[in-house]
């Protein structure tokens, strides 16, 4: 695949939400209610909630570009974690949140997303963090393995909500300079 990864602008915010689409039900548990899956589609990950991310200033989308189409994107938040069990881990601060890390799975096991982690982690360097971390199913075992590949640790936990569920999440951390 020949592409690019580039930070999103405005204009990328529909493709953003198509993406989304396919990629968020590859990462929720096997037993997830679909209209639970579609609610967070809707309320969190839609053209609108694109738009609104590309606005904030503490936001960064980063893409992978092939030719306009759009096969991964991330999304970092530069703001201290709101959630206290979040905190409470956190041991390399300032810290980013990597909140968002999705590749389209014609793409998975082609070292697409090694590519896109390595631009998340030189974008949370340039913008002074010391720590970058990450929320991640406990049941979602092919993203716990390449984030571990990628230095991450497990330092704590912490729950999700998806619709009517509670899902558990692993906490992990790694420095930004390894
Ligand atoms: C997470 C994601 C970005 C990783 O990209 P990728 O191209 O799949 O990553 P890689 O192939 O480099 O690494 C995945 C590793 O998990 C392993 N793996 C695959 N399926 C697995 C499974 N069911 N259980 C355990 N490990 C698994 C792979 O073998 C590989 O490890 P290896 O290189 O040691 O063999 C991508 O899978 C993705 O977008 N998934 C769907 C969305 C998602 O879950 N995002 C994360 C939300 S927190």
Known sequence: MTHQIRRATADDAGRLAAL???????????GSRPA????????????????SYLADPAVTVLVIDAGGELRGYSLLAARPARDPDVAA?????PSTELSKC?????HHGLGAAAELMHACIGAAAAAGARGIWLGVNDQNARAIRFYEKSGFRKVGTKSFRLGSTVEHDFVMERPVTP
């Open 20 to 30: 989304a689409a396919v990629t968020f039900p590859l990462a929720c548990p096997p």
């Open 89 to 93: 881990v956190l041991t390399l601060l």
């Open 102 to 106: 999705y590749v389209h799975p014609d």
């Open 36 to 51: 639970d899956i579609a609610a967070h589609l809707a309320n969190t990950l839609s053209e609108a909630n694109f738009r």
